[in-house]
């Protein structure tokens, strides 16, 4: 990687991990599954103006976007509006890479590796450490739904996964782009159900007086910061290097996350909890860059790689490994 290309990765990797910063800031203003669902709105309409739809299958893009947009933003947005300190977040949120590991074995017959084993291991331990942790001092309920975001991430990796085996040189910013279209309107259904059909619009309204400009502030950073040129630059480096190349650069991300939040939020990690994080974080690495070529029933040669918070998928040849894409 050259030396240009590894700053822009260093670049996303602040983009994203000040990104929890931003979905603290709109999670003080609005409903979680409101504020999920604004997130992806924004972006949504534009694309289904000026974006051609990607050439993939329904069912696969419809995974996608289940899984990346609505499981794992209305756990971590419930989550965070729960309690889950905003630094621990972006750390837990890591969980996505084992179990992305775990979810291409189970459901696309990959065969593990005993080194990808050994990482989901590390990385599985390491989450009990901060789970005790967490037990000592607040809730357990928010770290679970983290997890569960985690878990519903990688349930989104794999259908962007299966999208692209599919569909050989589908472009995989429109993929990404287009993936936003699909959560909106059950997140905006779930949140009229369990929030008030009026709450979030009331707060949305609201959101532009003098009291609101942080929330919209914090919007716009998500959406075209967060999610446009975060996930832009990664999928332009995933279309240039092999993704066990770039997406170890996303494990850095906690590390940004847990320092904004110390530096702004003066949320101070325990040493528990940070010694739990480094564990997690060389475990997720461990499982996610030692994984070997191999066959599994869609007929390709895949790798299994993950990245938190937004990523693209690299273009697709019959033997080219398949790049896991996230948020």
Known sequence: MTNRDRLLGLGVVVLWGLNFLAIRVGLDHFPPFFFAGLRFAVI????????PRPAVPWRWLLLYGIGFGILQFAFLFSAMRAGMPTGLASLVLQS???FTVLLGAVLL???LRGVQLFGIAVAVAGMAVIGWDRMQHAALLPLL???AAGLGWAFGNIGSRLAAAESAGVNPLHLTLWMTVVPPLPLFALSALTE???TGWHDLAAAFGPDGLPALAALAYIALLGTIAGSGL??????RYPAGTVAPLSLLVPVVGIAASWFF???????????????VIAGAFTATSGGSLRRGRWGRRRTAVASPETAGTEKITPTDPVPVPAA
């Not at 949504?44 to 974006?51: E, G, I, K, M, T």
């Open 44 to 51: 949504a309409v534009p694309v289904l103006v000026f974006v």
């Open 96 to 98: 996505s890479a084992p």
């Open 109 to 111: 017959r990959e065969r």
């Open 145 to 147: 739904l983290t997890l």
């Open 196 to 198: 008030g059909p009026a």
């Open 234 to 239: 990664w999928t332009y480096l995933m279309s």
């Open 265 to 279: 939020l003066d949320e101070t990690p325990s040493a528990v909890a940070l010694a739990g994080a480094v564990i």
